[in-house]
C-alpha cells in the first residue's frame, strides 16, 4: 500500500503544514488518505481528521513497541488508498541523542514507509543539497524516498534547488510552497482545536490543498510512495473472557482527547461505551460501571461548564458512592 512518512531536519521546517496540504490535495483528486502521527500527539491528529475525514492515528514506538506500531498501521489503513505519517521534530530526533529509539526514523523503518524529507529552503540553493545528502547517508536503512521544498522565494528558485539535489542525491524534488504568511497554521496550542473542530479552518485546509497541487509532480510523488505490503489488520488485544460492563466516557468540544485504540480495546474486551457531554448539560448516563473522562481544553469553556450544576452533582455523587473513574489531563482538571 502507498504510503509516506513526512519528515523534516528539525522542528519549523513546515512538516504540518506541507503534511496537511497533501492531505487536502489527494482528497480532492479523489483519494481516501488515513493519516497518522508520530509520537504522543492529539493537536496534530486533529487536523489530520479534519482534513481527511477519518479518524487519524498516532504510531508511538516508545509506548506501543514495534509490533503494535505495525498493527495500528494495518488496521487504521483499511479502507484508504494512500497513509500519509507526519513525523515528529527532526527524523532522527527521539528518547535519546544516542540512538534513534521513539524518532520518526524508527517508524520509518519498523514500517518499511518511504521518507519524503520537507527542507525549508529560504536563504540557499545547493547547501539544500548538502543537507539531504547528510540524513540521505546517516541511516542507510531509511529510505529517503523525495524532498520537498518548502518556503523557496519563487519558481525560479525552486528550481535551483531541484537542480542541485537531484543531482547530488539522485532522489526527486517533488514539490515546493512559496514563503507566504498566509500558507503559516495559525500558532500550535490547544485553543486552536475548538476552531478546528467548527470547520473555521476549512477553507484554510482547501487553499493549502489547491495550492499544494499546483507544485506537485503527482506522478512522481505516486511512485516513491510505493511500499511493502503492510502486515494483516488485527485486534490489539485479545482478551481471555469478555467484560460485560458499561462505561460512562465524556466526549463532546471540551473533551475528546482520546486515543482511539484506548476505547477500541475497551470494546474488545467487552465493555458498552456510553458517550455524554458535559458540556451540553448531559448528567453521567444512569447504570454504567466506570467513567473515562479524557483530556481536552475545559478552561476554553469554563464558564459553560460552571453553568452545569446536574452534571457536575451526577459526577461527584458517583464516584463518592465508589463509581471506577479514570480522569486525564483536562478531565482530570474538570473534577479538580
Known amino acids: 500500500m502507498r504510503r509516506l512518512v513526512i519528515a523534516a531536519p528539525g522542528s519549523g521546517a513546515g512538516k504540518t503544514t506541507v503534511t496537511l496540504g497533501l492531505m487536502a490535495a489527494m482528497r480532492q483528486q479523489g483519494y481516501t488518505v488515513q493519516g497518522f502521527k508520530c509520537g504522543p500527539d492529539y493537536i496534530d491528529p486533529t487536523y489530520h481528521t479534519a482534513v481527511t475525514g477519518r479518524p487519524a492515528r498516532n504510531l508511538d514506538s516508545w509506548m506501543m513497541g514495534s509490533e503494535a506500531v505495525k498493527t495500528v498501521l494495518a488496521n487504521g489503513c483499511q479502507g484508504a488508498d494512500i497513509a500519509i505519517i507526519e513525523g515528529v521534530m527532526g527524523l532522527f530526533d527521539g528518547k535519546q541523542p544516542l540512538s534513534d529509539e521513539g524518532a520518526t526514523a524508527e517508524i520509518a523503518v519498523l514500517t518499511e514507509s518511504p521518507v519524503l524529507l520537507v527542507v525549508d529552503c529560504s536563504g540557499m540553493a545547493r547547501s539544500a543539497a548538502a543537507i539531504v545528502h547528510g540524513f540521505q547517508t546517516f541511516r542507510p536503512d531509511v529510505r529517503l524516498a523525495g524532498v520537498f521544498a518548502n518556503r523557496v522565494g519563487s519558481e525560479g528558485h525552486f528550481r535551483l534547488v531541484k537542480a542541485a539535489v537531484e543531482q547530488t542525491c539522485g532522489v526527486p524534488v517533488v514539490g515546493f510552497l512559496t514563503q507566504d504568511e498566509a500558507l503559516a497554521l495559525p500558532e500550535r496550542h490547544l485553543g486552536l482545536v475548538p476552531s478546528v473542530e467548527r470547520g473555521e479552518l476549512d ?134
Open 203 to 336: 477553507s484554510f485546509f482547501a487553499d493549502l490543498g489547491r495550492k499544494v497541487a499546483r507544485t506537485i509532480d503527482w506522478e512522481t510523488l505516486l511512485s516513491i510512495a510505493e511500499a511493502p505490503a503492510l502486515c494483516s489488520p488485527a485486534p490489539l488485544i485479545r482478551p481471555s473472557r469478555p467484560y460485560r460492563v458499561r462505561v460512562a466516557v465524556a466526549k463532546d468540544a471540551a473533551f475528546h482527547f482520546y486515543y482511539p485504540e484506548n476505547l477500541e480495546m475497551l470494546s474488545a474486551c467487552g465493555a458498552e461505551l456510553v458517550y455524554f457531554s458535559p458540556l451540553a448539560g448531559e448528567p453521567l448516563p444512569d447504570g454504567v460501571n466506570g467513567l473515562y473522562i479524557g483530556g481536552g481544553f475545559p478552561e476554553e469553556f469554563a464558564a459553560e461548564l460552571a453553568r452545569q450544576a446536574a452534571v457536575k452533582q451526577s459526577i461527584r455523587a458517583a464516584i463518592e458512592h465508589g463509581l471506577p473513574t479514570l480522569a486525564e489531563c483536562g478531565g482530570f482538571m474538570f473534577l479538580t
